[in-house]
C-alpha cells in the first residue's frame, strides 16, 4: 500500500489509494492527465516522435503515472480543503507544476521510481514482440494489395465489412482470443477474401533489454516500439500500400508507423476501437469516432486529421420503435457491467448504488425492473423484485426507461427509449456518449424516474435521444 495521502483541513486523512478506489476511470481521459502524462514525460528529454510515444505508453500502461494523477485530479477538486500532501517526489513535482496548490504543505517521502512501466506490463509486450515475429513465419501465398485492412478479430469485419473483401486483410496477434482469431481468419478465407497473418518486425535482441530494464526501461520499451513500426512502413511502403483502414489508436507507438506512411503519401482511416480515449497521440489521416467529442480528442494532437462519426452503432434489438411502444406500460431497466473484473471499484460502487435507488423505486410505483445483465456476468436470476434477464426480447412489452453507469449498450437502446447516465462526481459521462445527455445523480433519479414513466414525457425525452448516424 502506497503511504501517500492527503490530510484534509479537518484533519482526517485520505489515502492514495482510496482516491483511486472513488474516482472513476474517466480522471484518466481528461486534460490533467494527459498533463500529467506529458510533465512526467518530459523528464526523459526525448525527441517529438519518441516523446508522443512514451506519453501514449504513460497513458494506457502505467499504474503509477495514474496514481499520480489521481492525486492531481482530487487535490485540484478540493484545494480548499486540503491541508497538507505527502508523496514522493514525482508527485509533488507534478502538484507543484500542473495544480499550482501555494497554500499546501508538501512532505516529502522520498525519490521517484525510475520507470514507471510495471514489469507485468514489461513482460506483456515482450510477449507481444514473439507472437508477432511468430505470425511473421506463417507462409501465405496472399499478396498484400495497394489497400490494406489491419485486423485482429471479427469486430474488424463490423467496422469495414466491404473493405475486408476488396482489400488484403492482414491479421496480426490477438493474445486475448487467439481461437476466436482463427475463427475469424477461417471465416474470411471460406468467403473468399484475401486474407493472411501478419505481424511486425520486432528485433529479437531488446527482449532481454526489455525484461530485465532498470533506470530507463521506459526509453527502452519506447524505443523497441517505435523502431518496429518504422521498419513496418517501410515494408508496407515497399509493397506498393495506397490505403490502410485500421482501428488501433490504443497501440502506443502506431504513430509512428502512420506517420513515415502518410509522408510517403498512403491514406490512414482510423474507426474508432471503443467509446474511451486511448493514446493522445496519433497519426491518421481520417477518424471515425463514436461521437464528435471522441473525433475532436483525436484531432487536437493530430492537425492533418479529418474527423467524422463512424455510422451509427446500433444493434438492430427485438423491440419496438418509440413511436410504437409508447401505449405499452413503462419498465425501468438496468445495464448491468461487468466492473470488478477490471477493478472498477467507484463504477462498480455507482451500480450498486443505483440498483438500490432502483429497486425500491420500483417497488414502491408498482414498476417492473429489469437488469439486462452483461453478457459476462452470473446466470439469470431474481433478486429483491428485480428480474434478470439475457435476451432483449425479455421487455419487448414495456416502455423502457434504460439506466446505466456507462455501459455501451448505451448506443444499441437508443431509439428504443430514453438512457439516464451516471452523472456522480468523477464519471464525466460526456467523454464517453459526447454532449446533450440525460443525466441522473443519486439525489435526482427518483425524481427524473417519476416524469419519464409518465407517457408524454417518456416519449419527449425518447424522441430527443434517438442515434446520430454518420457517413
Not at 496477434?173 to 471465416?187: D, I, V
Not at 429489469?370 to 425479455?394: M, Y
Request: with cysteine; charged share 20%; net charge neutral.
Amino acid at each position: 500500500m502506497s503511504l501517500e495521502h492527503c490530510t484534509l483541513s479537518d484533519g482526517s486523512v485520505i489515502h492514495i489509494g482510496e482516491i483511486r478506489d472513488k474516482c472513476a476511470q474517466s480522471i484518466f481521459q481528461t486534460s490533467l492527465f494527459y498533463d500529467v502524462c506529458d510533465f512526467l514525460a518530459r523528464a526523459h528529454k526525448l525527441d517529438g516522435l519518441e516523446h508522443k510515444v512514451l506519453v501514449n505508453l504513460y497513458a494506457l500502461k502505467s499504474s503509477r503515472v495514474k496514481d499520480i494523477a489521481a492525486l492531481a485530479y482530487y487535490v485540484n477538486e478540493h484545494v480548499d480543503g486540503v491541508f497538507e500532501v505527502c508523496a514522493l517526489d514525482d508527485s509533488i513535482a507534478v502538484l507543484q507544476e500542473l495544480i499550482g496548490a501555494e497554500s499546501i504543505v508538501f512532505r516529502r517521502l522520498g525519490g521517484a521510481p525510475h520507470a514507471y512501466i510495471e514489469k507485468a506490463n514489461r513482460q506483456a509486450i515482450a510477449m507481444k514482440i514473439i507472437l508477432n515475429r511468430l505470425f511473421r513465419l506463417v507462409p501465405s501465398r496472399v499478396s498484400v494489395s495497394p489497400s490494406i485492412v489491419r485486423g485482429w478479430v471479427d469486430v474488424t469485419e463490423a467496422m469495414y465489412a466491404k473493405e475486408v473483401f476488396s482489400s488484403s486483410l492482414l491479421l496480426y496477434p490477438f493474445p486475448f482470443g487467439m481461437a476466436r482469431q482463427f475463427r475469424f481468419f477461417r471465416s474470411v478465407k471460406k468467403r473468399g477474401g484475401k486474407v493472411r497473418f501478419s505481424g511486425l518486425p520486432y528485433q529479437l535482441s531488446g527482449l532481454l533489454r526489455l525484461l530485465f530494464a532498470k533506470g530507463r526501461g521506459d526509453v527502452d520499451v519506447v524505443r523497441i516500439e517505435t523502431s518496429a513500426y518504422q521498419r513496418y512502413a517501410r515494408e508496407l511502403i515497399a509493397e506498393g500500400v495506397k490505403v490502410v483502414y485500421t482501428s488501433d489508436e490504443f497501440e502506443v507507438a502506431s504513430i509512428a508507423l502512420y506517420e513515415r506512411l502518410i509522408e510517403a503519401g498512403v491514406t490512414i482511416i482510423n474507426t474508432a476501437h471503443g467509446v474511451g480515449l486511448y493514446s493522445p497521440y496519433v497519426a491518421y489521416s481520417e477518424f471515425k469516432g463514436i461521437n464528435a467529442s471522441q473525433s475532436n480528442f483525436y484531432q487536437q494532437r493530430c492537425s492533418g486529421l479529418k474527423p467524422s462519426i463512424r455510422k451509427s452503432r446500433n444493434t438492430k434489438l427485438p423491440l419496438a420503435s418509440v413511436d410504437a411502444s409508447r401505449a405499452l406500460p413503462p419498465a425501468v431497466v438496468l445495464l448491468d457491467q461487468n466492473f470488478l473484473t477490471f477493478n472498477c471499484v467507484a463504477e462498480s460502487n455507482a451500480l450498486v448504488q443505483t440498483q438500490r435507488i432502483l429497486e425500491e423505486f420500483c417497488s414502491a410505483k408498482n414498476v417492473p425492473f429489469f437488469i439486462k445483465v452483461h453478457p459476462n456476468s452470473s446466470p439469470t436470476e431474481q433478486l429483491n423484485g428485480s428480474v434478470r434477464v439475457r435476451d432483449w426480447a425479455a421487455i419487448s412489452g414495456f416502455r423502457p426507461i434504460f439506466v446505466t453507469v456507462n455501459s455501451t449498450a448505451f448506443y444499441d437502446v437508443q431509439g428504443y427509449g430514453p438512457v439516464l447516465v451516471c452523472d456522480e462526481p468523477s464519471f464525466l459521462p460526456e467523454i464517453y456518449f459526447g454532449g446533450e445527455l440525460l443525466v441522473y445523480r443519486y439525489v435526482n433519479l427518483v425524481e427524473k424516474l417519476l416524469n419519464l414513466i409518465q407517457e408524454d414525457a417518456w416519449w419527449t425525452a425518447a424522441s430527443k435521444h434517438m442515434p446520430n448516424v454518420g457517413d
